[in-house]
């Protein structure tokens, strides 16, 4: 290989140097902006293929898709004077790429930081003059439009950001605040289940003593029912015996005799002292009951 080879290959590898480090590409989901010596000359890049020149100029390249600002939680003093610490979200974009990097230095950590400060004073002045029902209720999309747009106008204006939402993911009390609201709230529940008990209490003697009462009354009609039909079984059935006896007295002396000796001799130790002579055993010593 030749020296003039060598020149060639040499002059194409620089060439490819020169070429590599001044060409770009600005993609669809991107903004760019155009440094020389970290002054911005160009932000008006669409997406496409760009060339620079090298060491002079510099190209920094942001998202230009939605970003979100995920803020920690905040305490904050409401309109009864009662803090709450409210969690809070934002969806921006890159509204102005040459207003966005001379304001945060190129750096989107510090636009999540500016952002959040942002928003967080937003949300102090609107808490600050409502009430928690109001912040909780249905006026909360209300409030998180208001916060919307005059966060936006600002954010455009300082940062070069277009704020697409806000919105609160969460509203809690303070935690030395939530035990003694969860205190008294237990309280109350206990005080009225204790209520509860005692009203629960008071209908259950009710209905116990209504139904003692009520099972003394059918108790006393049963009775009252079943002496009467016994009374009228009984009356029917010695109206019957009287009936089936007088038609044969004797019989029935005789049958009256016989079941007295079956109750009186019922035992062997039976000991019974009656005069032999007594009409007792008048159908023992004749079968005609004759004396």
């Known amino acids: 290989m030749n020296n003039r080879t060598l020149l060639i290959i040499a002059a194409l590898a620089i060439g490819l140097l020169v070429v590599s480090s001044s060409a ?3 993609k669809e989901t991107e903004k760019a902006v155009l440094l020389r010596f970290g002054e911005v000359i160009r932000t008006d890049y669409e997406p496409g293929l760009y060339f620079k020149v090298p060491l002079m100029h510099e190209v920094r390249k942001f998202d230009a898709r939605i970003q979100t600002v995920d803020s920690s939680p905040v305490r904050m003093l409401n309109a009864e004077n009662k803090f709450m610490m409210v969690d809070s ?3 921006y974009r890159i509204f102005d790429v040459g207003r966005f990097y001379i304001a945060t230095r190129g750096d989107e950590r510090n636009a999540v930081r500016l952002l959040a400060e942002q928003i967080n004073d ?3 002045n609107q808490f600050g003059v409502r009430d928690l029902h109001e912040v909780v209720s249905g006026q909360r999309d209300e409030l998180m439009a ?3 747009k005059n966060l936006n106008q600002k954010a455009r204006g300082d940062l070069g950001v277009e704020i697409v939402d806000v919105r609160v993911k969460r509203i809690d009390l303070p935690p030395e ?3 003694s609201v969860f205190q008294r709230m237990r309280a109350g529940r206990e005080l009225e289940a204790r209520d509860h008990r005692a009203k629960g209490q008071e209908a259950s003697e009710r209905i116990r003593a209504n139904a003692d009462r009520q099972k003394v009354v059918i108790e006393a009609e049963a009775y009252r029912k079943a002496e009467e039909l016994r009374g009228a079984g009984d009356a029917e059935a010695a109206a019957i015996y009287a ?6 007295p004797e019989f ?3 049958t009256r005799s016989l079941q007295a000796y079956k109750e009186s001799f019922k035992s062997r130790s039976d000991l019974l002292l009656v005069d032999p002579d007594s009409d007792f055993f008048r159908y023992l010593k004749d079968a005609d009951g004759k004396q």
């Open 243 to 248: 009936a089936a006896y007088s038609k044969n």
């Open 24 to 26: 770009f590409v600005v």
């Open 146 to 148: 208001e916060i919307t």
């Open 89 to 91: 979200y934002a969806k």
């Open 177 to 179: 605040v939530s035990e």
């Open 122 to 124: 937003r949300l102090r």
């Open 252 to 254: 029935y002396r005789f």
